[in-house]
């Protein structure tokens, strides 16, 4: 089993719809948590970041991480095609391992 | 501008031949790291560096090696690449552990 499990989609919506992606955990020792986005061609760069449990939001995204569930959610509101992209949540340990634990990535397309 | 540079973008190389990918950031950032991408199976780490000739393992270091002789630079080499080393590498970088990372815009190797 991976440590972080997300599914890879694709996922297709219609523009200005609300987009959720997720992702699941194993690990309970996983404090920090990111959602990163990645164009083609590009390197990920960061979204969003929160520390342990509760909601963040930053314009039109929203993320959410509920640690008795050990599940992390990205919510994308009034979603435009320039959303289009592959999105990896990321997460990590307060001590322990220097690394990020990356999800696969969901590939999202949003169509005009 | 900050930036995390990698080169070069694009490499085809032949087994068993040497070869260097440069990493360079300008954010004066402590903490580098080195990630293979490929299809299925996400981002992995190979090495990390937490400060100039301070390095470790990292989940996939096999075939590797990296050198932090400058806190700016961190290059990754294979001393004798093989066709399971063909995937996309990304280089990236933090102020510190546990900060945001900061990618390259990554370097596909495809070793015949």
């Known amino acids: 089993q991976k440590e972080v499990e997300q599914d890879p989609g694709p996922l297709s919506v219609p523009e200005g719809a609300i987009v959720s992606l997720n992702c699941t955990y194993s690990?309970?020792?996983?404090?920090?948590f990111m959602w990163y986005r990645q164009y083609s061609r590009k390197g990920p760069e960061l979204l969003m970041y929160?520390?342990?449990?509760g909601n963040k939001e930053d314009g039109r995204f929203t993320a959410q991480v509920d640690k008795s569930s050990k599940y992390i959610s990205l919510f994308i509101r009034d979603s435009q095609p320039s959303d289009s992209a592959t999105y990896l949540c990321?997460?990590?340990?307060?001590?322990?391992?220097?690394?990020?634990?990356f999800g696969q990535g969901t590939r999202l397309t949003i169509n005009p | 501008e900050a930036q995390v540079t990698q080169n070069p973008r694009y490499l085809i190389t032949v087994t068993g031949k040497k070869l260097t990918v440069t990493c360079s950031q300008n954010?004066?950032?402590?903490?580098m790291s080195w990630y293979r991408q490929d299809p299925g199976l996400g981002l992995r780490q190979i090495y990390y560096?937490?400060?100039?000739?301070?390095?470790d393992k990292g989940d996939v270091p096999e075939g590797y090696k990296v050198s932090r002789k400058e806190k700016r630079n961190f290059p990754l080499i294979l001393e004798s690449p093989s066709p399971n080393q063909t995937s996309l590498y990304f280089c990236?970088?933090?102020?510190?552990?546990?900060?945001?990372?900061?990618f390259g815009n990554g370097t596909r190797l495809t070793v015949t």
């Open positions: 929160t520390y342990s449990s």
């Open positions: 690990n309970s020792a996983f404090q920090y």
């Open positions: 560096s937490m400060n100039v000739e301070v390095t």
């Open positions: 954010m004066n950032h402590e903490y």
């Open positions: 990236a970088s933090s102020y510190r552990w546990g900060s945001p990372l900061h």
């Open positions: 990321a997460m990590s340990m307060v001590q322990g391992a220097q690394k990020l634990v």
